[in-house]
């Protein structure tokens, strides 16, 4: 009996640091990845990166969408995803100048913090669940999401 119950306490626990790892995964990602997914009615254009410091990189605006305003300049995350000189398609965040990057590699980029949390899912449900088929479909994911977002951007 007591080993059931223990069995059962470990079960439930590791079930629940495991859900919440992949709340939290997704919560990360969502605060970027809404801009780029769910773009109707967002102001889109492109972004030449002039200038990165302290963290952020920008330039001017120029829209793509109708009803969106040029602007001198917006600000993207510094990131290895940005580069001085290129020109980026973006989307605006709404009531300012922040931006994200959209398309397939801003989309995928936008994920990045899901896959790292599958990846760390993975060694709890491996560790703590013992559910090796899980861990494993849950790692490959996690892999295949960091990889795919690697190439393309």
């Excluded at 306490?9 to 919440?20: N, S």
């Excluded at 990845?33 to 963290?55: P, S």
């Excluded at 899901?114 to 060694?123: D, E, F, I, R, Y």
């Amino acid at each position: 009996m007591p080993s059931a119950v223990l069995s059962f306490g470990r079960v439930a626990a590791m079930g629940t640091v495991t859900v919440l790892i992949l709340i939290a995964g997704v919560w990360a990602s969502w605060g970027s990845a809404q801009h780029v997914m769910l773009t109707k009615g967002r102001e889109r254009g492109a972004v030449e990166v002039t200038r990165c410091d302290a963290g952020t990189c920008g330039g001017p605006y120029t829209p793509v969408s109708a009803g969106s305003q040029p602007r001198g300049r917006v600000v993207l995350e510094d990131s290895v995803a940005v580069a001085e000189g290129e020109t980026y398609a973006v989307v605006l965040k709404p009531g300012g100048t922040q931006a994200v990057r959209s398309g397939p590699g801003g989309v995928l980029y936008a994920w990045v913090p899901l896959g790292g949390a599958l990846l760390l899912a993975s060694v709890v449900v491996a560790g703590g669940l013992r559910r090796t088929r899980a861990a494993w479909l849950l790692a490959g994911s996690g892999v295949a999401l960091l990889t795919a977002a690697f190439v393309v951007v």
